[in-house]
């Protein structure tokens, strides 16, 4: 009884080898289209997340009591807003006392200028008097001893008058500057009490109270400028090449219902990601009210549209990554090796490889061998 089911076994598996064989005898059943030429659009898509087109985040310059808190988080800004206000009392008491100081040198320059020309007509006097007495010693008229009388006066005039230069320069030039360079210093430090937004846009941190100090170490704010968002993603780089700055992008936001915005390239990365071989792309969106960073979205640019012969998708088979179709001719089906295009999903453009009245098998294709027998 055993034997006879291993006969059984072995006569089906024989019928069914047999019927195999017919079929492979008879060709392999396909349905073949004649390429047609046409245009495929191509496109770089790419997705990514929507940032602030520009984040600030700001630190006092000087440390004291926050008198004011003017914005909060979500708050909208202008440039140059105050958004905090630095008690700055003693600082304004500071600068009282430098500018009188600054006053002081400034009286204390004049004196001196004043003992300059003192000291001028002193070296004048004694100078004449000097030469005087010199022309009146030659003349045998007075003595030596009154020409060297005369001589260390004129000597005295002239140190008096260096002395009362130098005091002048001392006072008026290196005092007075610095001086004026601490009052100055201290005017700085009250413009620092005062801290405006450096740019428009909306209150995304706030970490500082009224009645707290700030500390130059810790930040206090950080605005966001969302009136335009950037998209941030990266490309491959086989589209990169495609791409540049100022080109105009479709960008299409998750859970917007499929509403379409239009960006701008507004940066390339040149040097590759991370991740491999992938370039980072920044896009920018103008913001009509609705969008919100940390949106995702999907961006596509339009590349140009080339004409050739196009196929069917489901035409093309894949072997170690090179492309090919088979053509049938006279009930065979030949294997070509070709170059591919564009594809949009359904079509995809060949480039080179086939002719434009060839017949290209569309069906059963995996099944197919070079040379093999089909029928159509």
Known sequence: ????????????????????????????????????????????????????????????????LATKVTADVGDRVGEGQLLVQIDAK???????????SVQSVRDQAAQAKVGIESARLNLDMAQKNYDRTKALL????????????????????????????????TVGGSGLAQAEAQANLIRVQISNSTITSPIAGTVVSRTLNPGELTSTSTAI??????????????????????????DKVKIKVDGMGGREYQGTIIQLGPIAAATGQYFPVAISIKNDGR????????????????????????????DNGKA?????????????????????????????????????????????????????
């Open 221 to 246: 704010m950080t605005i966001a400028d969302t009136a335009n968002l950037k998209l941030q993603g990266n490309v491959p780089q086989t589209d990169v090449f495609h791409l540049a700055t100022g």
């Open 291 to 318: 969008l919100l960073a940390g949106m995702t979205a999907v961006a596509s640019v339009a590349l140009s549209e080339k004409q050739g012969l196009i196929v069917p998708l489901s035409a093309v088979e894949r």
């Open 90 to 100: 003693e600082l304004y008491a500071q600068l009282q006392v430098s500018e009188a």
């Open 138 to 169: 030659d003349s045998k008229s007075v003595t030596q001893s009154a020409a060297d009388d005369a001589q260390t006066k004129l000597d005295l005039a002239k140190a008096a008058f260096d002395n009362a230069n130098r005091q002048y320069q």
């Open 324 to 376: 090919f179709v088979y053509a049938v001719s006279g009930g065979v089906a030949r294997k070509l090796m070709v170059s591919i295009g564009a594809s949009d999903g359904t079509e995809v453009q060949v480039l080179s490889g086939i002719s434009a009245g060839d017949a290209i098998a569309i069906s059963n294709v995996s099944s197919l061998v070079d040379g093999q027998k089909v029928v159509q």
């Open 1 to 64: 009884m055993a034997k006879r089911s291993i006969i059984y076994v072995v006569l089906a598996s024989l019928l069914g080898l047999a019927s195999c064989a017919s079929k492979q005898a008879d060709g392999v059943s396909v349905k073949t289209v004649t390429p047609r030429v046409g245009r495929i659009a191509d496109k770089v898509e790419m997705s990514g997340v929507l940032v602030p087109n520009r984040t600030v985040t700001i630190f006092p310059k000087l440390s004291g």
